[in-house]
C-alpha cells in the first residue's frame, strides 16, 4: 500500500437511505455524505488526489471553532487499479509525497472509490455508501470491508459493473487517534 495523504472530515452517521444495518457512520473516500471542511479546495493546499501531504495542512483547513466536529483519517492506495475486470498499475501524481504516517493511526476499513479522468483532481465515488451497494456487500461499522482480498474484489466487480463511471481504486482508510474515542470500533 501507498500512502497517499491526510484528510479531515465532518463523520456522518450512516443517512436512513442506506439499508445497511451494520453501518453506523460513513468513513468513505468520497465526500458525498462526509464532508470536508468548507472552502478547503480554494485555500489549494492539497494535492492533486485531492488530499493533504501533512498533517499539518490537514488540520490547518478546519476552522479553529469547528474542530471538534472533525476527525482526520490517512489514505493509502494499492498499486493497481481496475479498469474493466483488469488490472493496470497506479500512477501517483508528482505532487503526492505525504509525511510518514505516525504509527498511532488506526485501520479503520477499505473503500473502493472511482475515477473517471485523470485530469479530475481526487477520487470521485465511493459505491459502498454513495450508490447503496452497502445493503448487499458486507461492510463494517464504518462503512467499509475489513479485508484486502475482499476489497480487491469489489473493486474488480465494480470496474466491471460500474455503478459509478470509471476506474476502481482501492484505498485503506486510517484514522488519528482522537482523546476520548475510540477510533476502530464504532459504539
Known sequence: MIEVGYFPKRVRARPDWLPAPAAQEICSVSNCVSEPPDGWIQQWRHNWLGWYNTLADARAVVPPEAASEYRLLAYRMHPDLFRGGKTLRVTIPDDVH??????????LGFDCASKTQPDVLGLECS?????????????NCHCLVN???EALAIAERFSVEQPEPGD?????????PAAGRRTSGCS
Open 127 to 139: 459505491p459502498l455508501s454513495c450508490n447503496g451497494l452497502a445493503r448487499e456487500i458486507a461492510v
Open 168 to 176: 476502481y481504486y482501492v484505498i485503506e482508510v486510517l484514522e488519528a
Open 98 to 107: 505525504p509525511e510518514p504516517m505516525p504509527k498511532e493511526f488506526e485501520r
Open 147 to 149: 479485508a484486502l482480498p
